[in-house]
């Protein structure tokens, strides 16, 4: 099992940008897939993106498709996601996880280790 703390999160304005971090700690973190998830203000869980154990292939949801992008550098142990042009409705915690497998998924059962989230909000 890997730990995750997540961090970046702060109020923002329509429009702009914002890099979330995902720091690991403990794990053979190269060995992990990695996703992006977000939770609304209703509770609600939703998968933003994911990247597969070396970097080689990402996957995203459509509603963040062409504005977030998922990085990672296993040297370092740490993931991020761009975002860009942001919109209210990304308002919501953000939270890492880790999956112990080649490729990213957008199931949230796939995952085994989550972080305890940062707070994105977007004012319009």
């Known amino acids: 099992q890997v730990g995750l703390v997540e961090s970046g999160g702060r109020l923002v304005q329509a429009g702009d940008s914002l890099s979330l971090s995902c720091a690991a700690v403990?794990?053979?973190?190269?060995?992990?897939?990695m996703g992006w998830f977000r939770r609304s203000p209703e509770g609600e869980l939703a998968f933003v993106g994911a990247?597969?154990?070396?970097?080689?292939?990402?996957l995203y949801d459509d509603s963040v498709k062409g504005r977030f992008t998922v990085s990672r550098d296993n040297a370092k142990k740490m993931v991020w996601l761009q975002m860009n042009n942001l919109k209210p409705e990304d308002s919501a915690v953000y939270l890492c996880?880790?999956?112990?497998?080649?490729?990213?998924?957008?199931?949230?059962?796939?995952?085994?280790?989550w972080g305890p989230g940062t707070q994105v909000t977007v004012s319009s």
């Open positions: 996880a880790a999956a112990r497998q080649d490729d990213g998924s957008r199931f949230y059962g796939d995952y085994e280790s």
């Open positions: 990247i597969s154990w070396n970097g080689g292939s990402t």
């Open positions: 403990g794990g053979p973190f190269s060995s992990f897939a």
